[in-house]
């Protein structure tokens, strides 16, 4: 597509429940990252792909969290015992290669947990 | 769609009018930087990007200062317009030119 396209754009989940939160980056880019933004605030970092590999993952708050690109395109984060705190919106971005010239955010999914 | 910034500082302005939207960024080593905007249940939109070589950059009705001895950043916008208000951040890369931090952002809103 010509975006990138993150679904669901909302979910709902009670407390304990597992998510998987899916995001598909522009065609041949190569860098995608996910990020975090809570209400009143900017997006908090959780981690980057080049490729297939996690480069970084220092911004995953703890080990419920993990994130995967086995093929180098579409990528799945994955939320273990959700717990009410984890509620915010989940931003996934693409670039061609990695930060400079920035990148192109999808619209996010909003995930609540009750 | 979620609604960011209800807690943001906020910037209102009149239709018309300049804006000057400022943030502070930590890294001092920091070599880029990028201003980006957000409407409500959208993701950040790219608006422009500045060198730290660079003093000043201009795009279309948009200005980025930037302040290396302060470590700030400014966005300017022309003539603001109703389709300009929304939640605004600045970001600055990482030394390895891997990936953004994200300041916290201010919302602007325009009047009719």
């Known amino acids: 597509g010509a975006g990138v396209s993150q679904t669901p754009s909302n979910k709902v989940t009670e407390k304990g429940k597992y998510v998987e939160l899916r995001c598909d980056p522009i065609s041949g880019h190569t860098a995608l990252y996910w990020y975090r933004q809570s209400l009143g605030q900017g997006p908090e970092f959780l981690i980057y792909?080049?490729?297939?590999?996690?480069?970084?993952d220092s911004g995953l708050p703890n080990d419920r969290f993990f994130a995967v690109r086995p093929e180098g395109s579409v990528s799945t984060l994955k939320i273990q015992r959700t717990e009410r705190g984890d509620s915010a919106v989940y931003l996934c971005?693409?670039?061609?290669?990695?930060?400079?010239?920035?990148?192109?955010f999808g619209s996010g999914t909003r995930l609540t947990v009750v | 769609g979620e609604s960011v910034g209800l807690h943001l500082p906020t910037l209102s302005v009149q239709e018309g009018d300049n804006s000057i939207i400022n943030c502070a960024y930590s890294n001092s080593a920091s070599d880029y930087f990028i201003w980006y905007k957000q409407e409500s249940g959208k993701g950040p939109q790219f608006i422009i990007d500045i060198r730290s070589n660079m003093d000043k950059r201009q795009g279309q009705r948009v200005t980025v200062l930037l302040n290396k001895t302060v470590k700030h950043l400014s966005l300017q916008i022309a003539a603001t317009q109703p389709g300009d208000s929304a939640v605004y951040f600045c970001a600055e890369i990482d030394n390895a030119g891997n990936m953004l931090t994200f300041g916290g952002g201010t919302r602007l809103m325009v009047k009719p």
């Open positions: 971005a693409s670039s061609p290669t990695g930060a400079y010239y920035g990148y192109t």
């Open positions: 792909f080049q490729g297939t590999g996690a480069a970084d």
